[in-house]
């Protein structure tokens, strides 16, 4: 594998991972301010779920207005963009399982760097260590089979 694409593969991670604890920050630091101003006022059963459900779109909607929300929406976006790029040009077997576990990784690593609450930190470190092992094996067994491969050709020319 080239290092283009190795590197391509850990920018799609990076990108999806960092992204998601600001996308989940973003995402609850205004519902909190949204659920204050909601009208409770007596209507009609009919009319009373209908608005509800009108003011719940709205209310999701409104949240990609906020800065703390778009912006790492479409940086997400650009980390889908490369990552389909990638998966038109490269193996799926490897790309797949090397982005998703990256963006773990990445989401792990983000989430304590901004000081979110973690269960079992343990686990999550275990976890995040296993996935990159798991990787690692990956990557290790496609070289393996690259080589044998090579050396198989060159036995059937001789």
Same mark, same amino acid.
């Given at each position: ?33 949204? !659920?204050?101003? $909601? ?11 209908? /608005?509800? +459900?009108?003011? #719940? *779109? &709205? ?47 990445? !989401?792990?690593? $983000? ?11 343990? /686990?999550? +470190?275990?976890? #995040? *260590? &296993? ?28």
């Amino acid at each position: 594998m080239e290092l283009s694409t190795l590197l391509s593969l850990l920018l799609v991670g990076a990108v999806w991972g960092c992204t998601n604890p600001f996308l989940r920050r973003g995402a609850v630091e205004g519902g909190s301010e949204e !659920s204050q101003s $909601t009208d409770n006022r007596a209507t009609p059963k009919d009319m009373s779920q209908d /608005r509800g +459900a009108f003011r #719940s *779109i &709205l209310r999701s909607l409104s949240r990609f207005l906020r800065v703390g929300v778009w912006f790492p929406y479409a940086l997400n976006q650009c980390g889908s963009l490369l990552y389909y790029k990638l998966l038109a040009t490269e193996d799926l077997t490897l790309s797949v399982p090397i982005c998703n576990a990256l963006a773990l990784v990445f !989401s792990s690593l $983000t989430s304590y760097a901004l000081g979110e609450r973690v269960d079992k930190p343990y /686990r999550a +470190a275990l976890g #995040s *260590i &296993l996935v990159t092992v798991g990787v690692g094996l990956c990557l290790y067994s496609r070289e393996v089979d690259e080589i044998n491969q090579h050396v198989v050709s060159t036995e059937t020319e001789l």
